[in-house]
């Protein structure tokens, strides 16, 4: 009986331990990476001659059309230099015209010299020094703005004052403070005007009733 028990005993102890058996959920698994490694290594494939070429030819082409595009830039900056090459010294040199325009004003509010013929002379050479240096501006074109009676324009006039004048349109220019000047499309410096507006309501009262106390 012992032998018996003894016999049984050796034999599960020489029992081989059963084989393990993949789960399907690692099967799965392991399915899908062997996939996906085989995608990545079809995504790294080596790119055709003809591929390189092709991709060889694009870059060239881009580097042509970027070249291109700094050699019109270049250009277009070349020709405003040249074209305003001269825009800080015809805009200093305007100066000139408004040290003749404040001493002829000086002048002609001098009472000692009002009716003389220094004051006609001196008037007189200063008008044609002005005219001389508006005609070397607009040979260089540089042109003053027509500013007089014109409808405000922000781009060439800053008004600094309205006027009541009921004879003209709102935002019409009546008064030229300061002449503006342009040279080609660029503005110098822009005009300093007043602008016309309409009187006020309170003033229009004021007026009526001195008008029915006159009547009365």
Known sequence: MEKEENQNTTDKDHQEPEKETAKPEEYLDSKINQDTDQEAKEEIKEPTPEEKITELEDKVVRTFAEMENQRRRFEKEKEEAFEYGGYNFAKEALNLIDNLERSKQILETDEKLKGT????????????IKKDAISIFERNNI?????????????????????????KDPGTIVQEIQ????????LLRPSLVGVSKKTSKKEEKTEENKQNIEDK
């Open 179 to 186: 002449k503006g000047f342009t040279i080609k499309d660029r």
């Open 143 to 167: 042109k003053a703005i027509d500013s007089l009676n014109k409808k405000l324009d922000p781009n060439f006039h800053q008004a600094m004052m309205e006027i009541e004048d009921d004879t």
């Open 117 to 128: 013929d220094a004051l006609n002379k001196s008037l007189e050479h200063l008008d044609i």
